[in-house]
């Protein structure tokens, strides 16, 4: 693996400990290289606590008629069962919608679905009397429909359809000199963090709760606990040091399982923790949406979109959850790098018996860019254009070729630069007539290349989110404690904020010391999610520290009776042009015995944003990031196995505040694309009367097959690309969590590309995502067919 970047190398010593943008080992590596970083699960346990475990709905729908809770309660070792009227206020933990019961309220909606709250004195003892679930539940099965599709064709839908117009995309289409017509099937994926969902409820004196819990929205954790148990906000206290992976699947769905745990630790005056089986948490559990598209575009003879009209329909499941956001987000982000002057764009969110699909890594985004992507790669199959060249005569541009369907201006567009330097250090063209050779020569394997951009918007799409809070102590000692509202993932968001800390403070980097997220230090925060983690946490901390300085700054100033506005601060140590330095430690101690505020609190909230959402029109996103990348993959067309040969990425990050964390983000995203596209199948048993009928039948690392280190091509090549932000964001840096996840998008239609050399890239190949071996071979088959025909 070949790992590049234009900035300093992960590793590299700084000379200046201040500056940001320089790469530092995550805060926390040391803990995970030797095992000793705890999760919630690695918490040591209160004395008495107890453990839960959850019945599960045995059937996709029906009516429940009732429990055997007596059967549950002579179980061995269990303390007490609860139910959904066991809650004292609403049974209900939707995010956005009101249409999520935490517990089985009559209607059972999937299998998976939990029914009841078993309470044991261990864990094993709480799991053998919940699996008892098909025995104690008592239902009339009831029709259910498991695909979106299906759900579409009744007008089953969690929320009213959405639409996005632009121009007259039915006169335009009429008028167009080429059009087709096409239908595209997407698939979902599963979240698969390393830690599960898990939270420990803890009791605290005058009724008040203590929630350990692993999830991207400690606050939203802690509003649904008050809301389920009927208290006030401020007797919930939930915490989150780290969590084992979340990807958005803990940002609303950790609900649940927080609720739960606090109920019964209420109800019992008892520590409680819940912690599902990995089988468990995939049944009870939402992931990203598959979607189905039908749509119709019409072009010119260069490739160039003239009118696009497309139906995106999303699984949503069986509630809303956050499925009414991604799909805006899908919607806007359906023209990715181009420009589309008329679009018909319909949004239909189908409500289904199966989990209720939530956030996932770019939350509708990629769903949305697929589409473009594909449309595309199917038009310069047609007119027998390469596909590079095709997509370059889309790009946007400038004047009125730089507005959004949603009629956001995109300024600092730098795909057109960003894609050639891709093109050329990776010999684009070079490689495409090696390929083309290749394939003439042989019958049975066959290479395939694929380029694709990324224009990804950054921002929550409801604007007040777009805050953030932070506190920043210094010890007397010089020392520095740091808090915000955002969670640690993996990510490498508190290692980030301490950076911008050190920087603001002039202090060493070993310094600072960044603590767990915790409702009762900072509040009302917004979930770690939508790539704004450092923008809007960053920018908090900086507020703080910058009043921190300020203040020290001014204090020093009166004792040297010098100008504060010359004074710096860096390397530990505080000059004056005039000749006065002070060491950190040393200021920090004579401005406490001067009474000087050695702590702040900090705010920010991302300018200029604004959204209507009923006409889906304004200014979603603060800026936009950008990106690139080249997949060459060899395809064995008789056994549909395939390969990724080498991979090329160019992505811009902005002036990058920790290039190693970067890369690091570039590369997983990719990988983690890839296999959404590939490898990660979900597949439920169809309604055929087995006893299986509507389960989730990939459950398990057995069943659902992420990728390892064996899927990274050995020639895998990151390049960050050098670009500052035009937006004031945090050191002018851009977001980096979500927009990678598109880079993948290249090795799909890599694959694409190889499918349709069977055919002498003559026949479309109907390769649908994931492409499994099995689809693969499926699309082979159609090629040859309509080759021979």
């Known amino acids: 693996m070949n790992t590049m970047t234009d900035l300093k190398q992960p590793g590299a010593a700084s000379a200046d400990p201040r500056r940001v943008g320089v790469a530092r080992p995550h805060e926390s590596a040391h ?221 609303s769905q950790s609900a649940l399982f927080a609720c739960c745990a606090a109920l019964a630790a209420s109800k019992l005056g008892r520590p409680v923790k819940l912690r599902p089986d990995r089988d468990d948490d995939f049944a009870i559990t939402g992931r990203r949406h598959g979607f189905e598209f039908d749509y119709e575009v019409g072009h010119d003879a260069a490739g160039r979109v003239l009118a696009v009209r497309i139906d995106m329909i999303s699984n949503a499941g069986h509630s809303a959850d956050l499925s009414p956001p991604v799909m805006t987000r899908a919607l806007c982000h359906f023209d990715n790098a181009y420009w589309l002057p008329n679009v018909r764009m319909r949004g239909y969110c189908a409500r289904t018996h199966t989990q209720s699909n939530t956030a996932f890594r770019g939350f509708g985004g990629p769903q949305g860019a697929l589409a473009i ?125 301490a950076m911008v800390v050190a920087h603001e403070l002039g202090t060493a980097f070993e310094r600072v010391r960044v603590t767990a997220t915790d409702t009762q230090k900072v509040a009302n925060t917004s979930a770690t999610a939508a790539s704004t983690g450092s923008d809007l946490n960053g920018k908090a901390a900086q507020d703080a520290a910058r009043q921190i300085r300020q203040r020290l700054a001014d204090f020093i100033a009166a004792r040297w009776q010098v100008d504060s506005a010359g004074i710096s601060f860096g390397n530990d140590v505080v000059a004056h042009p005039a000749g006065h330095t002070i060491g950190w430690p040393e200021l920090i101690a004579q401005a406490y015995l001067a009474r000087v505020q050695l702590w702040s609190d900090g705010f920010y909230a991302t300018p200029g944003l604004h959204w209507d959402r009923e006409r889906l029109k304004g200014k979603p996103f603060y800026y936009f990031a950008y990106g690139a990348a080249l997949s060459e993959v060899v395809v064995d067309t008789l056994t549909g196995d395939w390969r990724l040969l080498r991979a090329d990425l160019l992505h811009d990050v902005g002036a990058s505040l920790n290039p190693a964390l970067d890369i690091g983000q570039v590369e997983g995203a990719f990988v983690q694309g890839m296999g959404w596209l590939t490898t990660e199948e979900l597949w439920w048993q169809p309604l055929d009367g087995s006893p299986n009928a509507g389960r989730l039948m990939t459950h398990a690392p057995s069943t659902y097959k992420i990728p390892t280190a064996n899927d990274v091509p050995e020639a895998l090549h990151t390049r960050l690309f050098e670009n500052r932000n035009v937006a004031d964001s945090i050191h002018r840096s851009k977001a980096v969590g979500e927009p990678p996840l598109l880079l993948p998008f290249s090795v799909f239609l890599a694959i694409r590309d190889a499918v349709s050399a069977v055919g002498g890239h003559r026949v479309q190949p109907p390769l649908r995502a994931p492409a499994t071996g099995e689809a693969i071979l499926d699309a082979v088959d159609a090629v040859r067919a309509a080759t021979a025909g």
């Open 31 to 251: 803990l995970h290289v030797q095992g000793s970083a705890p999760y919630i699960d690695d918490i040591p346990e209160v004395a008495g606590t107890l453990h839960a475990a959850l019945g599960l709905s045995p059937i996709p729908h029906g009516r429940l008629l009732g429990l055997d809770l007596a059967t549950l309660r002579a179980q061995p070792g269990v303390v007490a069962v609860y139910t959904a009227a066991d809650f004292p206020g609403p049974n209900d933990c939707g995010p956005i919608v009101h249409d999520d019961p935490i517990l089985c309220d009559g209607t059972l909606r999937h299998v998976g679905q939990p029914v009841f709250l078993v309470v044991a004195r261990s864990r094993e003892l709480a799991r053998r009397a919940a699996a008892l679930a098909s025995q104690v539940i008592q239902a009339e099965p009831l029709p259910a429909v498991l695909t979106a599709r299906e759900a579409h064709a009744r007008g089953q839908y969690v929320v009213p359809p959405m639409a996005l117009d632009r121009g007259d995309a039915d006169a335009a289409l009429a008028a167009a000199p080429h059009r087709r017509r096409g239908s595209f099937s997407l698939g979902g994926q599963e979240q698969f963090y390393l830690e599960g969902q898990i939270s420990y409820a803890i009791p605290q004196e005058d009724g008040g709760l203590l929630v350990h819990c692993s999830t991207q929205h400690p606050s939203e954790m802690q509003h649904m606990v008050a809301h389920a148990l009927s208290l006030s906000s401020h007797r919930v206290q939930v915490q989150c040091r780290r969590m084992g992976g979340g990807f958005g699947g803990k940002e």
């Open 373 to 497: 992507e594909v449309i595309l790669d199917e038009i310069a199959r047609d007119l027998g254009l390469d596909a590079l060249a095709v997509r370059r005569a889309n790009f946007y541009g400038t004047d009125r070729r730089n507005v959004t369907p949603y009629e956001q201006v995109v300024e600092d567009n730098v795909i057109e630069p960003l894609v050639r330097q891709l093109a050329e250090e990776a010999d684009h063209d070079g490689r495409r007539a090696a390929i083309a050779a290749f394939n003439a020569g042989s019958p049975i394997l066959k290479k395939g290349l694929a380029l694709t951009p990324v224009k990804f918007g950054i921002s929550f799409n409801v604007a007040h989110f777009n805050q953030a809070g932070a506190l920043v102590h210094v010890y007397t000692d010089g020392s520095i404690l740091v808090n915000h509202g955002g969670t640690e993932m993996g990510q490498g968001l508190n290692t980030k904020v």
